[in-house]
């Protein structure tokens, strides 16, 4: 519950600053309808595991082995419009997380080269 509070703090400082949102919107939100989710509608992670949405709890802290994805995401409806980032990670022996998905091509460049045959 915390973790998703300071996401929606994020998300709503971000989208003020710009001007998706305004201080109107953000006055008039409850804790069930907070301005920010017009644009921002979904979670941020998951689990991952023999299902790509895996269950778990959420409320316990990570431990090693653990894998779960990050994944924000923003959508325009009006102008019809979208972009969503998932990287997955496993929690490693220490807790330090390890990105299982780095080497995935997120350039324009990298995604051209690879659709043209490139390595």
């Given at each position: ?12 400082s971000?989208m003020?600053?710009?001007?998706l ?6 006055q ?5 309808n907070?301005?920010y989710r ?9 689990f991952?595991g023999?299902d790509?949405?895996?269950?778990g709890?959420y409320?316990?802290?990570?431990e090693?082995?653990m894998?779960?994805?990050i994944?924000?995401?923003i959508y325009l ?13 496993v929690?490693q022996?220490?807790g ?7 080497g995935i091509?997120?350039e324009?460049?990298e995604?051209?080269?690879l ?5």
């Amino acid at each position: 519950e915390q973790y998703n509070k300071e996401i929606g703090d994020f998300a709503t400082s971000l989208m003020l600053e710009i001007g998706l949102i305004n201080k109107v919107d953000v006055q008039k939100e409850s804790k069930n309808n907070r301005a920010y989710r017009k644009y921002f509608m979904h979670g941020t992670s998951h689990f991952l595991g023999l299902d790509t949405h895996d269950v778990g709890d959420y409320n316990k802290p990570f431990e090693k082995n653990m894998v779960f994805t990050i994944e924000p995401g923003i959508y325009l409806p009006k102008e019809k419009l979208g972009i969503r980032l998932e990287d997955n990670y496993v929690v490693q022996k220490k807790g330090e997380p390890k990105n299982l998905t780095s080497g995935i091509p997120l350039e324009i460049s990298e995604i051209e080269d690879l659709i043209l045959g490139g390595h």
